[in-house]
């Protein structure tokens, strides 16, 4: 199975940051990296495809990039609808794995 | 709107079954693959199984497989996960997920889930 490393865990951030997120496979999965957001009490939405692609509706603050093994997310600007968890999923192959999250708090 | 409604959770003993349900609307269901994805409380996302649109191919995560059996009814519009066997550490709250048709294999329609809870 391919395993996400996402890091770091978890960060503080004030509002207008711009803060990057990172997410490691242990084997090449091309662009086929996903990345969710997940607000408590609420299921994980769809941010980016593909690594680079916006899901339709989502702010143009969010971005992501990579290919191979190594992919960020960047959230520029941030907004107080922003705090909340992030992972990545790797869509490659079966199983489709997810990283273990990066909580975005307030500081 | 696409929608995925998840129903049949809640508290059972070990070592007993359960069987979850959702139902489909908004879209063509019998296109798609589905998935089931838990989350235990306070933890990440896990990937416990997935059904192609035709039946053809089941996959199931290696902490579920001979214990859980994913299955659909094209007509009911509905997928299903029953459950046996059932383990404290199964304790999560479970998400029926669509995936999409893009080739980029995303899942793009979760549903709010439906909580299981193995305790005695």
């Known amino acids: 199975d391919i395993q996400m490393t996402q890091s770091p865990p978890s960060l503080s951030a004030s509002v207008g940051d711009r803060i990057t997120i990172t997410c490691r496979a242990t084997?090449?999965?091309?662009?086929?990296l996903n990345w969710y957001q997940q607000k408590p009490g609420k299921a994980p939405n769809l941010l980016i495809y593909?690594?680079?692609s916006l899901q339709s509706g989502v702010p143009s603050r969010f971005s992501g990039s990579g290919s191979g093994t190594d992919f960020t997310l960047t959230i520029s600007d941030l907004q107080p609808e922003d705090f909340a968890t992030y992972y990545c999923?790797?869509?490659?192959?079966?199983?489709?794995?997810f990283g273990q999250g990066t909580k975005v708090e307030i500081k | 709107e696409v929608h995925l409604v998840e129903s049949g959770g809640g508290l059972v003993q070990p070592g007993r079954s359960l069987r979850l349900s959702c139902v489909a609307s908004?879209?063509?269901?019998?296109?798609?693959?589905m998935y089931w994805v838990r989350q235990a409380p306070g933890k990440g996302l896990e990937w416990v199984s997935s059904?192609?649109?035709?039946?053809?191919?089941?996959a199931y995560a290696d902490s579920v497989k001979g214990r859980f059996t994913i299955s659909r009814d094209n007509a009911k519009k509905s997928l299903y996960l029953q459950m046996n066997s059932l383990r404290t550490e199964d304790t999560a709250l479970y998400y029926c997920?669509?995936?999409?048709?893009?080739?980029?294999?995303?899942?793009?329609?979760w549903g709010q889930g439906t909580l299981v809870t193995v305790s005695s």
């Open positions: 997920v669509k995936e999409d048709s893009s080739g980029w294999r995303l899942f793009d329609c």
């Open positions: 908004g879209f063509t269901f019998d296109d798609y693959a």
């Open positions: 059904i192609t649109w035709n039946s053809g191919n089941l």
């Open positions: 084997q090449s999965i091309s662009r086929y």
């Open positions: 593909a690594a680079s």
């Open positions: 999923q790797q869509s490659y192959s079966s199983p489709r794995t």
